[in-house]
């Protein structure tokens, strides 16, 4: 099943989930963004449906802590399990595995031709 499309962006926190954002998946590619940040990188997608995405995250203006920082660049695993329209995951730093931020994501859309 091809995972390719455009997909909402939820982290969980303290307070329940919050939307972050949009991701446009293609093809082992990713980018996307939401009003304080861009993201870009690749992915990967294994037959039993997890996916594994190595992202490169640019913050500016309002920057958020993430994984008790608040840094420009940041480069981040999400690991996820895929289930039709829906992803569910956690998010670590690669030198940091030990901490994770619960992510989801749910397709909205294709891509554009």
């Known amino acids: 099943m091809s995972i ?23 093809d082992g590619r990713v980018s996307g963004g ?21 992202l490169e995250v640019r913050q500016f203006g309002n920057k958020r802590a993430l994984f008790g920082q608040k840094k420009g660049e940041l480069s981040i695993v999400v690991t996820a399990q895929v289930n039709g329209d829906k992803m569910l995951g956690e998010a670590t730093m690669p030198a940091h595995a030990e901490y994770g931020i619960p992510v989801r994501f749910k397709r909205r859309g294709k891509l554009p031709k």
């Open 4 to 26: 390719n499309g455009v997909w909402s962006t939820d982290i969980g926190g303290a307070y329940g989930w919050d939307a972050i954002g949009t991701a446009f998946l293609e």
């Open 34 to 54: 939401g009003r304080y940040h861009y993201v870009f990188g690749e992915y990967e997608e294994s037959a039993d449906g997890r996916i594994v995405l190595k």
